[in-house]
């Protein structure tokens, strides 16, 4: 019989073999024979485990006798799912997290375990749910509280200050606003926010921003009829300042060199009234089918969607009056939306920067003189924002800067997370010819 935390166990062991959490959570809710509010527990307790998985593999091995990683991924994934329910989930009375966790067992087909996962949740609810003491250095002590690899801590300290770290980490455990992009042509916010708040959510606009919306509790918005009526689509209001940053206006040829899914394009073509040409590149064919069927969703006819790696010039592209250039990157912006990314390896991290500076000269090639390049990330790293950037001036002296005010008078910012969105970097580059006469600015 399928439960809440059955669907969370399916979800967390395809996360543990290399899954994405947020694609493979929307999948498995998609065919859960689970009401709204099972859902949102199932979605909670997925991103608590993966959240505060160092905290619980920290606590977890003060009551085995064996190594951790010598467990049966079933059986570690059930312990976890535990000791965060004990810890984190008010809501949930310690007997059913712990009860709930044995009966796990049988389902994951490892019911030799149950009396195991039984005798350590129960050991540590006779210790009040104390997470043992850190007995490393102070680096170990942060890598706990916050969850974090030793290895990520001491990179945020070394790139922000450990001030800064520090604030980057504890939002990591936050959690990430819902903010949603109006289709300006099809509705206004007025609105929109009117139908959303008949339907129970709520709505809070946005000062300064007339077209963006904070939702709360939502439930599954896809099945809102808003939604399928093509009124919005879900995007940080900080990556709807990056899209606005381009100044895509009707009429002009605009190219996103890195697309998928869509969202910055979707606020873009808004912008030019979906008048004029907008090209939306990825390098994966369904990546680009989904911007395909977005942009079909909201009516928006200027989005081209093609086949096409960033990194690789394509003769067959003629200039383009604006071209946003939005790369891969280490993500630590947006932690606290996918917080698997923290496990990822900072070896992988040193490597960004080379693939992004390539990213950003093929760009560079698409814009014609008077035009304007944004770059922009969803990390912090001076290495792969600030550095990278200032770089490229230095090598391309037929570019320059581009100050706007939605970057507070500058042509770059570093946005940290906050209320009002994730994190973020964003910069605006002006091929010079045509500089003065109104193009770029």
Known sequence: METQRTAALDVLLQVERGGYLGIVLEKRLRHARLNAQERS??????????????????????????????????V??????????????????????VDESVRLCAYARKSSAKAFVN?????????????????????????????????????????LGQERAGQLLRQSLEKAPLCIRVNTLRTCADRLGEALSACGIGVKRVPLHPDALFLENTGSLAELPA?????????????QLCAQAVDARPGMRVLDVCSAPGGKSFTMAQEMEDRGELVCCDIHPHKVELIRQGAARLG????????????????????????????PCSGLGILRRKPEIKYKPVEGMALLPQLQYKILETSAKYCQEGGLLVYATCTLLPQEN????????????????????????????????????????????????????????
Request: include cysteine; charged fraction near 25%; proline fraction near 6%.
């Open 300 to 327: 928006l006819h200027s989005i081209i969607p093609v086949v096409q790696d960033a990194s690789i010039y394509n003769e067959k592209f003629t200039k383009f009056d604006r071209v946003l250039c939005d790369v």
């Open 386 to 441: 600030e550095r990278l950037v200032e770089r490229f001036l230095g090598e391309h002296p037929e570019f320059s800067e581009a100050p706007h005010p939605l970057l507070g008078g500058s042509w770059q910012r570093t946005f940290f997370p906050g209320e009002q969105g994730d994190g973020f970097f964003i910069a605006r580059i002006a091929r010079r010819a045509c500089f003065g006469k109104g193009a770029a600015k």
């Open 227 to 239: 939604f399928s009526q093509g009124l919005f689509h879900v995007q940080d209001l900080i990556c």
């Open 41 to 74: 527990f199932v979605s909670a307790l997925c991103r608590s485990v993966i959240e505060r998985q160092l905290t619980a593999d920290h606590l977890l091995r003060h009551y085995l006798s064996r190594p951790l990683e010598k467990l049966d991924a079933e």
């Open 76 to 97: 570690r994934c059930i312990l976890r799912m535990g000791v965060c329910q004990l810890l984190y989930f008010q809501s949930v009375p310690a007997r059913a997290a």
């Open 119 to 159: 005798g350590v949740l129960r050991s540590f609810l006779r210790d009040n749910c104390a997470i043992p003491p850190c007995e490393g250095d102070e680096l170990d002590r942060l890598s706990v509280l916050y969850s974090a690899p030793r290895p990520l801590v001491l990179l945020l300290q070394e790139a």
